[in-house]
């Protein structure tokens, strides 16, 4: 009697586990990158003829949504020297999930393509400096870092 006991308690808890990781993997709704593949309309503003580097401090951060459809992304303003520009990160579930925090009033120095988006001129970023941090976003191509990523 104690092995039926004990086996109806083993299959419990595997059918428990089993259900829980169902249910985890529901709450992700991963599909594919929301919107921010290089493929999309989006991702291909991203010019690598147009790369520049600008230094400014950082005025405000917000979550957009660049493309109806698309997952919320994050995206801040910088003033530099020259201008106030707009900086598009990347996707909220990617750049929320790095080491790197970058809030207003950070002096920070953005290298990307220069495009125009909703008829003002903006920066899709490759690559944000903060000090000593560097939080990786394109490759030279523009290839976004986190096509095939997922959360460790």
Known sequence: MKKVGF???????VCLSLVS???AQRGMMWK??????????????????TVETISGEVIGIDKITPV????YGVHMTV???????SVHLGPGWFIENQD????????????GSRATFDGKPAIIAAEVKKGDEILKLRDENGFPVWSGWRRR
């Open 32 to 49: 594919g990158s929301g919107g921010w593949g290089m493929g999309t309309s989006y991702g291909r503003m991203y010019n690598p003829a």
């Open 79 to 85: 003033k530099t020297d020259k201008e106030t520009l």
């Open 68 to 71: 109806r459809g698309m997952s």
């Open 100 to 111: 790197i925090k970058i809030k207003p009033k950070d002096k920070i120095v953005v290298k």
């Open 21 to 23: 990781e169902s249910f």
């Open 7 to 13: 086996l109806a308690a083993l299959i419990f808890v």
